[in-house]
């Protein structure tokens, strides 16, 4: 609650609380010569959440699965949060259910979420994918979320798994920019948001944390995982308020509606590409060269630190070394499928499947330590933001816990170090795994 924080930094501290039947009273000193009182009604009910759930099965491979999901509660008003987003997410509905009746079907299911109860906790896609994770778990190639699709109107902002990479920039190329000062949506993304990705630079793809729908996909099932929103180089300033609303939204958000539609065609596009591709447009190099990335600046921040512990991490840096060589290998791979029109069924879904369970050999299944939920050991919510995203957080969050307890459990920061290295060798073997050369 915001105004216990601000009574804290003026010094002030929790008298008492009371609970009152369904709503909790709260007493404050603001500072120790005066007091402030504080009344918040939280009103406890038990609700019944809807989640609605649109399936346009593939021709191809039916059982495969591109989700696209939003949530459509709100705080308040929700113009930009969630409205903005459940606008587009209707929009792609109508567009698909255009072309299905001209008789157009994807390869494979394109599966249109529109989430109950995310504010409440993302209670509405968890439930879900906790009902359907057997379904989901082997069968979903990729989950992309919009929470809010326009917030501001300068630049595309979007946070994803390296898998997914290079097809969302295919998919940013391939949409009018509604700046006229630029081309493509791409054009724009790399003018405003860019970095040197394997000395090319490369529009920014953050990395994904948490609070929206794509937090269940990534950390129980291992589902590679992309967000989108179009955004302002400074956060909008009515977030969760009363002011969040349609005024705002025709008046200083998006007046033209253009950053919706630009939105909405680069979350579309990413999915008919991941549904129509024969071979899943993923280059498992993008995930090597990120992780390089992560464990140089890793080693960077505490190499020095372990180093004083004696405790190693060149078992990951060689366990690298084989994932590097690894993704290149099947990147060949893909490429002698891709430009090879009489590749049997066989042979593709052979490579779809090692591109599938890549990041589903991340997850570690007794979750990290103190967050049995959490369960991804390269990319999770940081422990002290969920909205942040943390790399290696287990072995990031053993060794903070080490430097600030007494005493410290170094052992712990040993054994996190080894999940890391445990879980990059297990996504070596999955893009190792024979099978293409025993196809008759």
Known sequence: MEPIRYLHAIGGRHKQWIVMANCFLIFCWATPSSQ????????????????????????????????????????????????????????????????????WRPGRSLVLCSWDAEEYGLIGSTEWIEDRQKVLGPNTVAYLNVDFAVSGSTFLVTSANPLLYKVIYSAAKMVKCPNPAFDTVYDEWLHYRSTIFNGTKLPLVGNLGSGSDFTMFLQMLGISCADFTYANITGYAVYHSVHDNFYWMTNFGDPTFTHHQALGLVWSKTAILLATSPVLPYDPRDYAISLQNLFSTFVQLYGPTLQDQNITLSYIAEELDQFVTASIALWNELQNASSNSSISEQALRILNNKLMNLERAFIIPEGLPGRPFIKHVIFAPSSVNSYAS?????????????????????????????????????ATQVMQQPGLEFLI
């Open 36 to 103: 402030t009182f504080i009344q918040v009604n939280n009103y406890q009910e038990e609700r019944v959440i809807y989640d609605v759930i649109a399936t346009i099965y593939g021709q191809v491979e039916p059982d495969q699965l591109v989700v696209l999901g939003n949530h459509r509660d709100a705080w308040v008003f929700g113009g930009v949060d969630p409205n903005s987003g459940t606008a587009v997410l209707e929009e792609i509905a109508r567009a698909v259910s255009n072309l299905r009746a001209k008789g």
């Open 390 to 426: 943390a790399t290696f957080p287990g072995l990031s969050d053993a060794i903070f816990s080490a430097l600030h307890t007494t005493p410290p459990d170094w052992d712990e920061v040993r054994r996190q170090a080894d999940a890391v290295r445990v879980h990059i060798r297990y």
